[in-house]
């Protein structure tokens, strides 16, 4: 018995997101545009008749998943294996701080590399994790079911990745979704990998992320 759909939400903006700060396992809320985004956002999702909801504990995901609750009379279960991926000393900080205190380990960074001496999670490690939580929480819907998991945008990328058979340590093809945004996955009914992309980066409009532009490194897709 597995899902045949997940979709894999992130959770709306917070003030870290809009100021560019690195937030990682920091627990952040939902600012104000944040709690619009999942409402809207849940409100579309609320069409899909989700059979289960699962979300990170961190109080940004939970709220996300809360909207989406409220809408469908749906119970949202935490784990903690669904939280974003820990940056170590970079939390709390901009990301021009972190350049200017940490050069190298910044550019090296940006190029895709894991940067464990500053207490940063891998990018593996993380998949791992959400790999195990998404595949646990598929099973406890029938063949037929869809499951929401709301979560965070760096972990996702990570997780996705290896869902599908990829190498999150080496494999670049996917880019951190907008806050508020969702990807979703199907089962693969044949062969391999287990889950293929549906869609990615859906949101309920184009300007949704609080603030303009949206590239790979701006404020509201850092993690």
Known sequence: ????????WR????????SGMVQGSSDTPLNRTG???AAAAARELAQIGAAALVA??????WATAGALADLTGLTPLADPRLRERGFG?????????VSRRWPEETARW???????EVGMETRAAAAER?????????????????????????VIVAGLTRLL????????????????????????????????????????????????GGGPLSPSRLP
């Open 1 to 8: 018995m597995s899902a045949r759909r997940i979709v894999l």
């Open 11 to 18: 959770h709306g903006q917070t003030d870290a997101n809009f």
């Open 35 to 37: 709690r619009a985004q």
């Open 56 to 61: 990170s504990d961190l109080s940004r995901a």
């Open 89 to 97: 000393q970079w939390e709390g900080l901009t990301m021009e701080e």
């Open 110 to 116: 940006a190029r895709g590399d894991d940067v464990p």
């Open 130 to 154: 959400f790999d195990a939580a998404v595949t646990e929480a598929a099973q406890t819907v029938d063949d037929d079911g869809t499951v929401v998991v709301a979560s965070h945008g760096g």
């Open 165 to 212: 058979g990829l190498d999150p340590s080496g494999w670049r093809g996917l880019r951190v979704m907008g806050n508020a945004h969702w990807a979703v996955i199907e089962r693969t009914r044949v062969g391999a990998p287990a889950w293929r992309i549906a869609s990615y980066d859906l949101g309920v409009s184009a300007s949704d992320n609080g603030e303009p």
